[in-house]
């Protein structure tokens, strides 16, 4: 076995199979916690079998041949553990934490779900209704809907970053179980997956025991990765509005389209970026527009990557009558850090926000399964060593670069969930509206 990244080391390992097996050993933890990732999500999906990757999530747990309904949940809800799963655009994970000394009484019964699902049809057809149900609560949270218009308005529905993980209730009702084993036959293979172990465990008598489950043969045809077009570059200003009635105060999204995962250096400068710009209570946004001018009640930059594009954004959530003006005032900080730069305090200052966020974020096994899995399935684990060295190596001339050459004030792209009208307030503009 070789040794993976020097600040968070892990024993790396593949499989004659083609499975990815990362292993970290925590001697004082307890607990163990397993993290099987597959390298399929909404990015693969054609549009009439949108949602498939997130329904076969749910499907996964209803059992297989040797595998009841439910019993995966009933193995380790019974011992105290935790099971869990997501899908995202560009994966979708399984996950189990138990106490370190019932991982190899509880580690089959996650690989026989995930490996062997059987998609029974009558259990389809009532977690249809439960995913449908979270669908529509979905579509009640303010910050998902939000959120879902940016994708929509940055991406387009011809991309599939621009559509829904979820489905539609209508994609859901085209599925079918035969759909849905075709699809885990041709992505749920060992060359696609990668199976994490973190906590108290011996890496050797680990690996034995995943080698056990994990390691047989697929069958079958692998499927290939359906082409994806260019991530679309707005030629001005890409403004799209909607309405929500539970919606107190507005939601305002600025987006500038980046790079994708393949651009490693660039992708590590735009989180200083979007830290030194919407990082914590001294970031130049959140000093400047909530805690100076109390224009907003929140605002935060974030650099979202995935594996074929990738967006920076502006979030803020604020008072109707002020969007203009923090709008605005956005793109003059945004020019003002093109043209003067950024000081050095101010670039280590970021520079200790995100690497103790990524060493924060990794003290649990659970939460340092996650870190491994996802890197591994959408980067290569060793690109967590490259992003802390490459934080460290960054110039604030560099950081002032990658404004210039994204954050253009002219092309851009405007998401805003506004508060609907109420009672007199619509009739008046409607009344207004038909003059």
């Not at 009439?48 to 309904?69: D, N």
């Not at 974030?302 to 967006?311: H, P, R």
């Not at 096994?365 to 980067?379: F, N």
């Amino acid at each position: 076995m070789s040794r993976a990244p020097r600040l968070l080391p892990a024993y790396t390992h593949r499989l004659n199979n083609g499975l990815s097996v990362i292993l970290h050993p925590l001697p004082i933890a307890d607990s163990a916690t397993v993290d099987v990732w597959v390298q399929t999500g909404g990015r693969n999906e054609p549009l009439q079998w949108l949602g498939i990757s997130h329904f076969l999530e749910h499907m996964v747990f209803k059992g297989s041949e040797r595998l009841a309904p439910g019993e995966l949940d009933r193995v380790i809800e019974g011992r105290g553990g935790i099971t869990n799963a997501a899908t995202g655009q560009d994966y979708t994970h399984y996950y189990i934490t138990v106490a370190a000394t019932d991982l190899p009484d509880t580690l089959p019964y996650l690989a026989e779900a995930v490996l062997r699902a059987g998609i029974p049809p009558e259990e389809m057809e009532r977690e249809r209704q439960v995913v449908l149900e979270e669908i529509r609560r979905a579509a009640d949270n303010l910050g998902h809907t939000a959120y879902q218009l940016l994708l929509e308005t940055a991406f387009g529905v011809e991309h599939p970053y621009g559509r829904p993980v979820l489905g539609t209730p209508e994609s859901l009702m085209g599925l079918t179980p035969e759909l849905l084993r075709a699809y885990h036959r041709g992505w749920y293979r060992p060359e696609y997956m990668t199976v994490v172990v973190t906590g108290g465990i011996d890496p050797d008598q680990v690996l034995a025991l995943v080698e056990r489950e994990f390691g047989d043969p697929a069958s079958g045809s692998a499927w290939t990765r359906p082409p994806i077009p260019p991530q679309p570059r707005p030629q001005g200003i890409l403004r799209r509005e909607s309405t929500h009635t539970r919606l107190e105060q507005a939601r305002l999204k600025l987006a500038w389209p980046t790079v994708s995962l393949e651009a490693w250096e660039q992708v590590c400068g735009l989180e200083l970026l979007a830290a030194v710009l919407g990082g914590g209570r001294t970031s130049r946004l959140v000093h400047l527009l909530r805690e100076q001018r109390g224009w907003v009640r929140r605002v935060g930059c974030s650099s979202l990557v995935l594996k074929e594009g990738g967006l920076f954004c502006i979030s803020a959530r604020l008072e109707v009558e002020n969007l203009e003006r923090v709008e605005a005032t956005i793109l003059r900080e945004i020019e003002k850090l093109q043209q003067e730069g950024i000081g050095q305090a101010e670039l280590d200052r970021a520079r200790r926000l995100l690497t103790h966020e990524l060493l924060f974020s990794a003290e649990s096994p659970s939460q340092l399964a996650s870190i491994y899995g996802y890197y591994e399935t959408l980067v290569g684990v060793q690109r967590l060593q490259e992003y802390l060295e490459l934080l460290q190596a960054f110039t604030p001339a560099q950081v002032r670069e990658l404004a210039q050459q994204y954050l253009s004030p002219e092309a851009y792209v405007v998401a805003l969930l506004k508060p609907a009208a109420s009672g007199a307030a619509a009739a008046s503009e409607l009344q207004l509206a038909c003059r």
